[in-house]
């Protein structure tokens, strides 16, 4: 009962399970949804792999560029620049993601670059979060918090899986049925709208209740290791 008294008061560590949570949420649904898009709005259903593959690409260059911004600006940020960006292209996919499908995939793309500052950062953003409950408690489970980030996956593909079926009935889509710009919209509407609550919600508790910044991060670890060494001393004297 310990460790968990531990990890649900450990603020961020939640709030960093909340973030990734988001993410592979987002992520099961936009690859889920992604051939529905091709084939029932785009009316083009090889270019699904064709779009798979840019947007892992531009997953991929992402995670270069996201290291040594963290460097520079400090996890966190880099990590809220990660959700800033997936909100801000979902948000615009929502309103023109339907005009083409080039649109679509440059938006999707965007969506995706963000997505990997997240995953670029953040293990750091939990290591981090296990400093600061080394720091406030003088101890921290922090095998189980990490292991915590390995539910998201399963979580994920349930939640998506259960949205996804209801997004799609709610628009009133069927099996093998004609498109129209409606149905075109609500497909649109289900890989913008979903992804954008979760990313929300990540947001804002990371910018309200996520206080581990670069500059705060310098003093735990400062304070972390004075404690170290005064302990080291310590031991030495007796």
């Given at each position: 009962f310990e460790i968990i008294k531990l990890w649900i008061t450990n603020i961020p560590a939640l709030i960093v399970l909340v973030g990734e949570l988001g993410r592979f949420i987002a992520q099961t649904l936009v690859q889920g949804l992604?051939?529905?898009?091709?084939?029932?709005?785009?009316?083009?259903?090889?270019?699904?792999?064709i779009f798979m593959t840019i947007v892992n690409i531009v997953g991929l260059c992402a995670t270069f560029v996201a290291d040594p911004l963290a460097k520079k600006l400090g996890i966190k940020t880099t990590y809220v620049i990660g959700v800033s960006i997936a909100l801000a292209?979902?948000?615009?996919?929502?309103v023109v993601g339907a005009l083409n499908m080039w649109v679509f995939t440059v938006l999707v793309g965007g969506i995706f670059f963000g997505m990997n500052f997240q995953n670029a950062t953040f293990l750091g953003m939990g290591a981090n979060a296990c400093r600061y409950g080394e720091w406030r408690d003088g101890k921290v489970p922090r095998s189980f918090i990490v292991s915590t980030y390995q539910w998201c996956p399963q979580i994920s593909n349930a939640v998506a899986g259960i949205a996804m079926g209801t997004g799609l009935s709610a628009i009133g889509y069927v099996k093998g049925m004609d498109p129209d710009p409606a149905m075109a919209q609500g497909f649109i509407n289900l890989i913008a709208t979903i992804p954008s609550i979760f990313f929300g919600i990540s947001l804002v508790l990371l910018l309200v209740a996520y206080p581990l910044g670069k500059k705060r991060?310098?003093?735990?670890?400062?304070?972390l290791a004075k404690r170290s060494?005064?302990?080291?001393?310590?031991?030495?004297?007796?």
């Open positions: 992604a051939i529905y898009i091709f084939t029932y709005v785009y009316g083009d259903i090889t270019m699904s792999a292209c979902c948000l615009l996919c929502f991060m310098e003093e735990i670890n400062a304070d060494a005064e302990k080291e001393n310590a031991s030495a004297e007796d």
